[in-house]
């Protein structure tokens, strides 16, 4: 290994946008939010499994390095992540893992069927907050 070659860490390069990052993390609150209990009740699961938020990172770090002052940038880094977390769901689904990132999946914590009916959800709400 080189030694000349300066380790970043995603935090590192997180940095420059963390605060955005915590809203970010509330906007997609705002996108999910149902008046379901069930809906409440996995949302509430899905926000533990969040992840990194690498994609809102690098629409963020892009929008800052363009300088644009576009105050959706936000939203559409909550629709980013929002993608992510939908295809993961689905994913988990057909493959019927039930653990992703150490946390229960949604097919593992509820049922393949709640897991199918919330990604569809999420995918919805994307493409109306779009709209």
Not at 1 to 25: I, K
Not at 40 to 52: A, D, F, I, P
Not at 87 to 102: E, M
Not at 105 to 124: C, E, K, P, R, W
């Amino acid at each position: 290994m080189n030694p000349q070659v300066a380790r970043v860490s995603l935090r590192d390069v997180q940095r420059p946008v963390a605060d955005e990052l915590e809203n970010v993390v509330l906007e997609l609150q705002r996108l999910i939010a149902a008046d379901f209990p069930i809906v409440t009740e996995v949302n509430e699961h899905l926000l533990q499994m969040k992840g990194k938020l690498f994609r809102p990172t690098l629409l963020l770090l892009s929008h800052r390095a363009a300088r644009c002052n576009d105050s959706r940038a936000l939203t559409l880094a909550a629709i980013v992540e929002l993608i992510h977390l939908a295809t993961l769901v689905h994913d988990d689904s057909v493959d019927h893992s039930g653990l992703r990132g150490g946390l229960p999946t949604i097919n593992g914590l509820f049922s393949h069927q709640i897991a199918v009916i919330m990604g569809d959800y999420l995918f919805s709400r994307w493409v109306s907050e779009l709209v």
